[in-house]
């Protein structure tokens, strides 16, 4: 069987985005296998006709607010694969392709344990350490090892360690210094055999007290974080959206306190000695969007940091809700929300 690729032209992105905006990718080609990702590099076309690439993993984190005039290059390499193990620890490669979720149900059922407060999360395994996703007091830098990434321009592969991948909250090299230059092709993540759980936020300890768990495992701590992500957070498939829109800002101490004087109820995370991160859901609540519907668009009513679209609505729609929602933030609390999805 030859390991060829086809370019499409003219492809609604729509099924490709969990937003389910409407948009046209003008050339349009879904990569299988590392092999078809080089000789895509190295063909002539490659350099010449594609000015544009975008990459794209689950599509569960962009908003697209045009079509796409360039190559949308949809990673689809599959594979997992124990690559080492000891006494404690598995070392499990994952093909960026993977979906998100069905890799952390594979480790549950392997019993490789620390992955499973992640559990639900949209997209894939590939586009994960681009923003170390994060949920229920886990970050994927809490159980990754190592990735390979090609190097857009030439093709060549490159290891990146954990260090390397310098993760913050939301944040990756892949964001910053290497912003469009890699392609993730693989993730090796070292999981634990060991019965050492996070149930460190409250509404999993909660939930899990209200399940009547008795004996904690991973199978639990997941069947928790379900619970808790169905009961707040919109289904993609019935609802467009791109999970949180926007990251929990963190503000100084000395600002807080003001706001504390105002507003008794703020609630917030310890970041450090000077600052403090305030929940964005609670900010956007306050200025009474939760809930409100604008056109085709709206604030979801469960949680105020997920924007949804109700229909056909315009990814320029989404952005400019978002923008009025920003703005709104500020006038009350002088707050800057930053985006955590990505515009196109
Ligand atoms: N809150 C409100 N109103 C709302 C939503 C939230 O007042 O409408 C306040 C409440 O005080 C609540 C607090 O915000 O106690 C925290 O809410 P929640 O537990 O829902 O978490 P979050 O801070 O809003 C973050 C992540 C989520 C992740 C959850 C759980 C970001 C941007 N979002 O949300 O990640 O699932 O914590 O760990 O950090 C995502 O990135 O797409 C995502 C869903």
Known sequence: MTDTYTVQHNISL??????????KAHFFVEINSLSQLTDLIKSP???????????????????LTKDFEGLVIKINIKGIEKVKEDDSKAWIKVGAGENWHSFVM????????????????????????????????????????????????????????????????RESVFKHEFKNQYIIVNVTFCLSKNKQ???????VSQTLAEMN???????????AVIKIRQSKLPNPAQIGNAGSFFKNPEISKAQFIVLKEQ?????????????VKVPAGWLIEQCGWKGKKVGNTGVHKDQALVLVNYG?????????LAEEIQASVWEKFKIDLKME???V
């Not at 090892?145 to 321009?153: F, K, M, T």
């Not at 759980?197 to 509404?203: D, E, L, M, R, T």
């Open 45 to 63: 076309d490659y350099q010449t006709l594609y000015s544009e690439k975008l990459i794209l993993g689950g599509g569960s984190n962009i908003l």
């Open 213 to 223: 768990v008795q004996t904690l495992s991973a199978k639990a701590i997941s069947e």
């Open 106 to 169: 594979y480790c549950i059922d392997n019993e490789w344990n620390g992955v499973e407060n992640l559990s639900l999360i949209p997209g894939t395994v590939g586009a994960a350490p681009m923003q170390n996703i994060g949920a229920y007091g886990v970050e994927i830098k809490d159980i990754f090892d190592s990735l390979e990434a090609i190097d857009r321009a030439t093709g060549k592969m490159f290891l990146f360690t954990k260090q390397e991948c310098k993760f913050g909250y």
């Open 263 to 275: 507003y008794n109820m703020i609630p917030s995370y310890p970041v450090d000695e000077q600052n």
């Open 312 to 320: 056909d609505a315009k990814g320029s729609e989404i952005k400019a």
């Open 14 to 23: 729509k099924p490709y985005n969990t937003f389910g905006i409407e948009a």
């Open 197 to 203: 759980f996070n149930i460190s936020y409250g509404a």
């Open 341 to 343: 999805v990505n515009l």
